[in-house]
């Protein structure tokens, strides 16, 4: 055995992840090899990251390639494949311009603070008040957490942060009634993730578009994990009609597993991040974009976003069958495209293990939800694979209460 001296202990390890007792040592398409030789079929994809599958033939080549020319210089020179990456995604979207991070959280980060500047410039610097959601999920950072409002991830880190507010998701009324001469920016993840897969429709999406639009506050997605090809459309939002933001952040399957999150804007939105407003060291690296370029490149193609779409299709179906058969398991099926959530009867955990003796993985959420969020790739073989696998776990779990 190779590595550090103490391996095999996580000791060291900063304990704020409960984890599985599992580790892997190889991955191809949408399989996962463990450490003790088994496969597994991943429906987690490390969260909705590895949209492409593992050891994707493009993206290892593309990783291989940059790594032998450039990794890192600094944003304080031109990045060409940036400029290069930056332009495809403001040909397939909304956005003008778009600032490169390393992470969901710093796009949110960037997102928020473009917000609040925007207003500033424009002489109304008390607008300042960002309306978030109640089960949304925004990432780790103070301004994250804070937008999200999650009791749990507040908890002990001290006073609130002034200026987030949270609505009920699906309640436009709720929205409204936040809505006044303080109001900065509406932060909506169009289909909520960690949530429990939950969608707004696409009334409510034009609506809530509508209703920023009339009041001059800004629109800001967060898609990071149901942006990208994962509904079977480029973007969640793009379901709607009239409902592009006025910012969004995305992170994720960006990268097809290179930390890689990205913060996009219109001109307009944006006008107030000039010359020193904003940063970050590593953001947009020759390497990350390189890597990124051929993850977006191969996500964008429309035979990808059709195949989710044909491949959610069959699952969605499928489910509806499950929930059908063990209604003392299955509470619900809900989400949009591959961001599936089952919610359970049975505590989810405990779900996840009966999964995974099946081989197989699937994330969980809240409101006792599990997710599945497959890479984009899976088969209709493997998702049958997958029903089949649920189906033994959802066998289990009724003999487990049995018992
Ligand atoms: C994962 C996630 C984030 C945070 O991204 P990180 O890369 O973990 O910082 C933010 N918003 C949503 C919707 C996410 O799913």
């Not at 996962?32 to 949209?51: F, H």
């Not at 994330?363 to 073989?381: F, K, Q, S």
């Amino acid at each position: 055995m190779t590595g550090p001296s103490h391996a095999g202990s996580n000791d060291h390890i900063l304990g704020v992840y409960n984890r599985a007792p599992l580790a892997f040592e190889r991955g191809e398409g949408s399989r996962l090899y463990s450490t003790d030789g088994e496969a597994y079929l991943d429906c987690v994809a490390g969260i909705a990251v590895d949209a492409l599958g593992h050891a994707h033939p493009k993206l290892v080549a593309a990783l291989k390639a940059q790594g032998e020319k450039l990794w890192h210089v600094s944003n304080i020179y031109r990045i060409p494949e940036q400029e290069a990456l930056a332009a495809a995604l403001c040909e397939a979207t909304f956005a003008d311009v778009v600032f490169f991070t390393n992470s969901g959280t710093e796009a949110v980060e960037c997102a928020l603070k473009t917000a609040r500047k925007y207003h500033y410039v424009n002489g109304q610097p008390e607008r300042i008040d960002v309306i978030g959601f109640a089960g949304s999920f925004h990432g780790r950072s103070y301004a994250a957490v804070n937008a999200s409002g999650n009791a749990a991830y507040l908890e002990g880190f001290g006073p609130r942060l002034p200026g987030f507010l949270q609505a009920t998701f699906g309640d436009l009324d709720s929205v409204k009634a936040l809505f006044g001469p303080t109001t900065a920016a509406v932060l909506v993840e169009p289909v909520q993730g960690e949530g429990g897969a939950r969608a707004l429709d696409e009334a409510q999406l034009n609506a809530l578009r509508e209703l920023c639009s009339e009041s001059g506050v800004l629109l800001i997605y967060d898609e990071i994990q149901c942006g990208l090809g994962r509904t079977g459309r480029l973007f969640a939002h793009d379901w709607a009609e009239n409902a592009a933001p006025d910012i969004m952040c995305v992170a994720k399957a960006l990268g097809g597993g290179f930390p890689v999150g990205a913060c996009l804007a219109t001109t307009e939105a944006a006008k107030g991040m000039t010359v020193g407003a904003h940063g970050s060291t590593y953001g947009g690296n020759p390497l990350a974009m390189a890597v990124a370029s051929a993850a977006f490149e191969e996500i964008a193609k429309p035979e990808t976003l059709a195949h989710v779409r044909e491949v959610a299709g069959y699952l969605g179906q499928q489910l509806a069958g499950l929930k059908d058969r063990y209604p003392d398991i299955v509470a619900d099926i809900r989400g949009k495209g591959l961001l599936i959530g089952i919610q359970l009867i049975p505590n989810n955990r405990e779900f996840m293990n009966l999964a995974r003796e099946q081989k197989l993985l699937i994330a969980g959420g809240g409101e006792n939800c599990v997710r599945l969020l497959p890479p984009l790739v899976l088969t209709l073989d493997e998702a049958r694979e997958a029903v089949e696998k649920l189906e033994k776990a959802c066998e289990a779990a009724r003999r487990r209460a049995a018992a």
